[in-house]
């Protein structure tokens, strides 16, 4: 007899709804969190940015209203922002933990690792257990060159109590531009360096040029094909040079080349649980290469897009299959969102996909900003990308604009119920919502 039915190590999204779950059906839970309760996103990630970035969306917003004769008005105090940030996210992994002590869910301080496939070993504490669920998800990459000692990440910018006077991001993905749109809009000087050609790579290229054209007018300096090399630091800051001789001063670098899954020190190789550098391998049942125990979240080696709603959708599977449910998990489409200014999404069948495949899709080109000024509130940029298949019912989109965010749910919605033109006319939708206008584009695209 095991002491605990299911065992978690790490409290984040990619366990606790299944914990919540298991222990609801009666099953006797614990959670293994040597950091705090809930996890990256909720205490230094999403949360964080979420909160951080969205005066910038208001200010964003007026500066659009200034061509309609509206005097912009107000500014943004970092160090104001960041001392409610301070206040208000620590206040989210006490509620969890008060859901979970309401739950009899035990939370075990430390570090949890494998003894063997039904012993987990925390600091110098053995528990027994049937079912082990590990989600510790990703860590950022650290860029392995001379002087990256001086290399800040994702998680420190979004804890620093004064915006740095000049700033280097390493790297042209989501978090570096989400980040780079907040430091310029506050007057810093901020260089993005990529070794690529371009910026987000997995993103429609023309939407993408677009925010970067903006990010640039806004102030922010791309270089791109540049291989950072070297950082020193100098009696005035920091200098970070690269291969092609590229040289900038700077009082701040962040590194945002990626992240790492966290699979090190948790005794995998011990007991036998297939890994690589990629993550932890999984069968189409969450399990790794032992049944009793499964893997969640972003450290999982996976295609699917490592996302907060992706792990917590793979966490509630987890507890129907421990509950009996034999049926191997069945991603749905997958919504994302860039937090730039503008909005950057993309959900199912994406633009370069379906040039590859023009017998099976059509694409459908909407400028919308420029057809509706009014409902995207004088954002004239605003630009729809829809994927329509040969059963005329939408595979993908791809949207740039304010309020892609909220637009590319309602798509993934529609996605998923594989709605039809017909199933459109059968709705009433509100007017004159934003999403509207959508709705009547789209249903002109599947007819």
């Known amino acids: ?11 984040g999204h990619a366990n606790w709804h299944a914990a919540v779950d298991l222990a609801k059906a009666g099953k006797k839970v614990a959670i293994v969190e040597k950091d705090i309760i809930a996890g990256t996103c909720t205490n230094y990630g999403c949360n964080a940015k979420f909160l951080l970035e969205s005066p910038f969306e208001f200010m964003d917003g007026l500066a659009r209203y200034e061509k309609a004769g509206i005097a912009k008005t107000g500014e943004i105090s970092w160090e104001k922002l960041m001392a409610y940030k301070k206040e208000e996210i620590p206040t989210y992994s006490p509620m969890l933990e008060g859901m979970f ?7 075990l301080k430390g570090h949890g690792q494998l003894k063997d496939t039904h012993t987990v070993l925390i600091d110098e504490k053995e528990i027994t257990t049937d079912y082990i669920v590990i989600g510790t998800g990703q860590r950022p990459a650290r860029l392995n060159i001379p002087g990256n000692e001086w290399f800040q990440d994702s998680r420190a910018f979004l804890d620093m109590d004064h915006m740095p006077e000049r700033i280097v991001f390493i790297g042209a993905g989501i978090i570096a531009l989400e ?5 310029s809009l506050l007057g810093s000087e901020v260089h993005i360096i990529e070794f690529a050609d371009r910026a987000l790579a997995a993103y429609p290229e023309k939407m993408v040029a677009s925010v970067v054209e ?9 270089h791109f094909n540049q291989a950072v090399s070297s950082v020193e630091k100098t009696a005035d800051g920091l200098l970070i040079k690269t291969v092609q001789g590229l040289e900038i001063e700077t009082d701040t670098i962040i590194d945002a080349t990626g992240r790492v899954s966290n699979v090190e020190g948790l005794g995998l190789e011990t007991v036998g649980v297939d890994f690589d550098r990629t993550g932890i391998k999984v069968n189409e049942f969450m399990q790794t290469s032992l049944s009793n125990i499964y893997a969640s979240g972003d450290v999982v080696s996976k295609t699917i897009p490592r996302l907060t ?14 509950l009996g449910n034999p049926a191997p998990i069945n991603y749905p489409v997958v919504p994302n969102v860039v937090f730039t200014l503008p909005r950057l999404a993309q959900v199912g069948v994406t633009i370069a996909e379906a040039e590859a495949n023009p017998e099976q899709y059509k694409i ?3 400028p919308f900003g420029k057809q509706l000024k009014f409902q995207t509130k004088l954002e004239t940029e605003s630009h729809f990308t829809l994927i329509v298949g ?16 909220e637009m590319i749910n309602l798509l993934t919605l529609i ?9 459109l006319n059968r709705m009433i939708f509100a007017f004159p919502a934003t999403t509207n206008g959508l709705l009547g584009a789209l249903k002109q695209a599947l007819a």
């Open 1 to 11: 007899m095991y002491q605990y039915d299911v065992t978690f190590i790490g409290s």
């Open 101 to 107: 002590a309401h739950l009899s869910i035990d939370v």
């Open 179 to 183: 980040f780079a749109t907040m430091a």
């Open 214 to 222: 903006k990010m640039t007018a806004d102030g922010v300096n791309f």
């Open 309 to 322: 709603p992706t792990a917590s959708f793979e966490s509630s599977y987890i507890a129907e299959h421990i």
């Open 364 to 366: 459908v080109d909407i």
């Open 390 to 405: 040969s059963d005329k019912t939408l595979k993908g989109a791809a949207l740039l604009g304010h309020e892609a965010g």
């Open 415 to 423: 996605i998923n119920q594989k709605l039809t033109a017909k199933d």
